[in-house]
């Protein structure tokens, strides 16, 4: 970001301020947290999991191009992105914490995870009561009895809408 | 979702109900303009359509990715990236022309490829729900005081009349470009509004123009987008690739030639576009009182349910558990985006065009004979491709890119 003009009383102190923020944001672990860092090592992390993919893919000719012919190009494209945003993020000072919180990340991850691992063969009331048991701990401040509440609400609504309402083909108990 | 800044704050003031009836009014005669627009710009688009070739689709669409780059928040290095993030998430599967499989790390239900709808649901649905929990109480608690009126003011109408034209205007012609739609339209709206506005100090706090403008934007921008994916076959964003999908597994492969084979099916589309726009307003109005309840439903009970509606949809699409696994998959990716400040939109573009791009750059290169020299030669091919660089050009200079910074402030 580049600034706009200021009055000199603005600049200084928008300069002190950020010599502030900056003291704090270098060592190796800050800066690894930045987040134009962490973005450019996850491109090349992608572009280089997708090259080792498709090792073995034909690459063809221009003409003739193989299976692996777009792919790789691509990958090669998102590495030296993924460089570029990997090298601003190291010049330029930004704030850290690009990653915290890690409740809900866990907690909602896992409740999806469970539903889909759970719905096939526990069928569709049970996995409602497992995602919204591991849903409820992502968010604070949820009680037991207003869970339960929600659970409940929501197994009807969705065996209203979905199983009565579309007649979609959910095994609704489990499977013995 | 731009709506939602000035309606929430009218919300607060308790006038809910008026925000949410000029909304529906808005979108009702934005939507009877844009679809007006459809059946007369139509039918001589697709003739233009039908003369183009490969290279042609090819930098049409290499176009529409760089409007996608413009219209992305925040630096323009990690939008490419973010596209061709998508294009590889396009080519997970089987490849077409040589039937080999690609990227599908030995799991069976990838050989179809990736969903669309298990990769917007997991980015844009779960990635938001976690998003929103990482985030403090206070901002997002929804604070629906008592509602004093349901029906907006008469100096509602009189301010908002004005606002809705002119998003119809703007939403209409945003629409038809590639990478734009429904979004784009309202946020440029809403920055329109707020120049062009009497008491911009107001936008924020409630101005009713804040709700009509955007809101008939939006509708417009939606129904026009339907324009390329009609006349070239060529989805310009994501919800276009949805009703591509929808179509194809219909049978119906949407493009220039649809009007001339099944000129039923087209006109009926169109037909069937200006009744849902009056369904939406017949619905909506008498229901207001219902909906303005619904905001009272606190965020924590809300992200059960849609946590849950997600895992459902996600799971029918196509009865695979395999899906709602991905899409857990794609909702961290989501929110790692949203924290590294890697806006989503221009992968999904991307992740819709993957395939496209590829298969027409093909089919070029064939025409050609591996030439590459091909879409350089071709005058309106050219043409579109100085207009992407033009347009990445402009991006990176200086002037404009604080505008683009500002507007999306807004």
Known sequence: MRPRKHDDANEERRLSLEREQTSSLHGFWPMLARRDVLAGLLFIGVAVFGLWLSRDYPIGTALRMGTGYVPRLLCWILFGLGAVVLVQGLREAQDARALSALRPLVFVTASLVIFGLSIERLGLVISILLLIGVGAVAARGLRPFETLLAALVLILLSWGIFILGLGLTIPVWPEW | MVTCIDGHQMARQGRAGAALAVAAIASFFAGCIA?????????????????????????????????????????VIKAIAMIVLGLLLGLVGTDGNTGGTRFTLGITELTDGIDIATLAIGIFGVGEIITNLTQPQETRALAAKKITRLWPTRDDFRRAFPAVLRGTALGSILGVLPGGGATLSAFAAYA?????????????????EGVAGPESANNAGAQTSFIPMLTLGIPGNAVMALMIGALTIHGIQPGPQIMGERPLMFWGMIASMWIGNLMLVIINLPLIGIWVQLLKVPYRFLYLAILLFCGIGVYTVGNSATAVLLAAFFGVLGYVFTRLECEPAPMILGFVLGPLMEENLRRAMRISSGDPAIFV?????????????????LVALPAIRSKREEAFQE
């Open chain 2, 35 to 75: 679809t007006g627009l459809i059946a007369g710009f139509a039918p001589p688009l697709a003739k233009i359509g039908q003369s183009f070739g490969a290279p042609e689709y090819f930098s049409l669409m290499v176009l529409g990715l760089g409007l996608a780059v413009v219209l992305a928040r925040g630096s």
């Open chain 2, 192 to 208: 329109l509004e707020k120049r062009w506005s009497r008491y911009p100090a107001q936008f924020g706090h409630g101005a009713v």
């Open chain 2, 377 to 393: 030669e071709r005058p309106i091919s050219l043409g579109l491709l100085i207009a992407s660089l033009a347009l990445c050009l």
